[in-house]
């Protein structure tokens, strides 16, 4: 039985890097883009969303001559799907963080911190933030975290350790593995997009910051 409980206290282990699998791609000259919703079958048939030159979107996989995306707008608002690979072209990534990056109910500040050479990181999501009800009844889930830490390129990773130890700096993503439900964030930059992942730790029910954002303009 103490055996048992054990290995139901022990945390989940994270993903060594799940933002990994995604690139950036654009929209090559010419008509409207479709999107398909599925492309089983020998004929898929397109939706009437649609992409247009020069929309930048993530690629997250392929399969035969489609690439499956997701096109986030400033508003936070996202489209996935699968688009054709003949019309797209890879490019290369910016390396700005700094901005104001938007989900559908999530947001990422990233601004200069407080040392030289650091980046304050601030997030606020909602669970039914969007939902007129819940919203009425007050039954919205919240989640929020700030920290100051340091970026390795493209990556920015940390825990949010609310002892105060360390500061405003924040902890190292894997810092006391023992902690389950401390909040734990990676982050990667994707030209104008930002890749979130969570360990769902980071708010009320339901909360979690993973997702795509595209800087707010």
Known sequence: MMLAAMLLAAPVAQPADPLADAWLVQVKPGAKLAFFDDVEGAKPKPSRAYVVAG???????????????????PAGKTRSGWLDSAR????????????????????????????????HVEGSATWGGHDPQRVAIGSVHVGEFAVDTRSAGDRIAFSVDESGENGNMAAPFDDAPDEEYR???QLRLLGPYLLAYDNNACGGANVSFTGIYRRSR
């Open 183 to 185: 909040c734990r964030v």
């Open 55 to 73: 929309d930048v979107l993530v690629a997250r996989d392929t399969r035969g001559g489609f690439t499956s995306v997701t096109f986030v707008n």
């Open 88 to 119: 797209l072209t890879r490019i290369a990534a910016g390396t700005r963080w700094q901005g104001v990056w938007q989900a559908w109910e999530s947001e990422i500040k990233v601004m200069p911190g407080r040392i030289g050479g650091t980046l």
